[in-house]
T-cell receptor, first 112, second 115 residues
Framework: DAKTTQPNSMESNEEEPVHLPCNHSTISGTDYIHWYRQLPSQGPEYVIHGLTSNVNNRMASLAIAEDRKSSTLILHRATLRDAAVYYCILRAIIQGAQKLVFGQGTRLTINP | DTGVSQDPRHKITKRGQNVTFRCDPISEHNRLYWYRQTLGQGPEFLTYFQNEAQLEKSRLLSDRFSAERPKGSFSTLEIQRTEQGDSAMYLC?????????????FGEGSRLTVL
């Protein structure tokens, strides 16, 4: 499984945008980029995913570099409820389990 | 609530005892996954079912661990002769087979403490 690299932790202020980076220099052409987050004492929760183009949904935006070797999850206006561990994961478009392989993620702290 | 349901949410047991966790996936999700998560780490894949067939198992799944999904609906994860190192959160996730978004829907987990 291709590997991702994320900062261990980041801190931001409430109501400000947050940019969470992820490096995936060994990404292959068949890998989707997924982001999940895990709030305290809960299971992981899907945030967003993309392949080549930037993506937006109600939770966040995903900006993918042109060479696909890095991506950034953007929370446009952070709230205290966005404090969580954010995981950047590559998922291959292949038959089989298509399991998600989690790293250690980025622990995001939001200051009031 | 139509999400993934796990039971029990918390289990405390003594070393050497057997424990069983149950997962009820979202209705009509034919893919089911078990993960284990220890403190400060990301979830680690344990095993995967497509309907009732167990198609992939991680090397983390020692012979003391067994998972079943007898009718392709709910699943159980049993740990025999528990050890202190088995203390972790056991997470279940499911997804429909038809969609290729890869989105996994996770339950809230079953936390195991082995004394």
């Amino acid at each position: 499984d291709a590997k991702t690299t994320q900062p261990n932790s980041m801190e931001s202020n409430e109501e400000e945008p947050v940019h969470l980076p992820c490096n995936h220099s060994t990404i292959s052409g068949t890998d989707y980029i997924h982001w999940y987050r895990q709030l305290p004492s809960q299971g992981p929760e899907y945030v967003i995913h993309g392949l080549t183009s930037n993506v937006n949904n109600r939770m966040a935006s995903l900006a993918i570099a042109e060479d696909r070797k890095s991506s950034t999850l953007i929370l446009h206006r952070a709230t205290l409820r966005d404090a969580a561990v954010y995981y950047c994961i590559l998922r291959a478009i292949i038959q089989g389990a298509q399991k998600l392989v989690f790293g250690q993620g980025t622990r995001l702290t939001i200051n009031p | 609530d139509t999400g993934v349901s796990q039971d029990p949410r918390h289990k405390i047991t003594k070393r050497g005892q057997n424990v069983t966790f149950r997962c009820d996936p979202i209705s009509e999700h034919n893919r089911l996954y078990w993960y284990r998560q220890t403190l400060g780490q990301g979830p680690e894949f344990l095993t995967y079912f497509q309907n009732e067939a167990q198609l992939e198992k991680s090397r983390l799944l020692s012979d003391r661990f067994s998972a079943e999904r007898p009718k392709g609906s709910f699943s159980t994860l049993e740990i025999q002769r528990t050890e202190q190192g088995d203390s972790a959160m056991y997470l279940c996730a499911s997804r429909p087979g038809s969609a290729n978004t890869g989105e996994l829907f996770f339950g809230e987990g079953s936390r195991l403490t082995v004394l």
